[in-house]
């Protein structure tokens, strides 16, 4: 879960700086993982037996480059036909708020990020670490 909470971070805060220093991650947050894993317990890619990993109610904050993120997981939900994790995210940046929904699967495998910068909404589906869109 550290894992994909930080590649969401970082692909939050890399879509809403186009260039940034690096300084020190400051990034807190409550994580269990729990790495069993059946195919008995998959349903649509998404580990049923273990949700650990979504907890709705979940929050955590990071801090980067001036950048201030915090999350909140919701629970699972279905979409584009797939059961997934979902998070909501609210970031700051330079005064510039940006709100994102996430819908992820356990290991991050496949990821959606929704986000409005500006008026202007964008759409990022990740497969294993590639955009796909």
Do not use: P, R
Request: charged fraction near 20%; proline fraction near 0%.
């Amino acid at each position: 879960m550290k894992k994909i909470l930080i590649i969401l971070v970082v692909l939050l805060l890399f879509t809403a700086c186009s260039t940034s220093k690096t300084t020190e991650d400051k990034t807190t947050s409550k994580i269990t993982n729990n790495e069993d894993q059946t195919s008995d317990n998959l349903d649509n890619g998404v580990d049923t037996s273990n949700t650990e990993f979504c907890i709705a109610g979940q929050s955590y904050t990071s801090s980067q480059d001036g950048a201030t993120s915090t999350a909140t997981i919701q629970g699972f939900e279905t979409y584009q036909g797939k059961k997934y994790c979902k998070g909501t995210a609210k970031t700051t940046v330079q005064g510039m708020d940006i709100t994102s929904t996430y819908y992820f699967t356990k290991e991050g495998e496949d990821v959606w990020v929704i986000s409005n910068v500006a008026g202007q909404t964008t759409e990022t589906h990740i497969v294993d670490g590639e955009v796909v869109n």
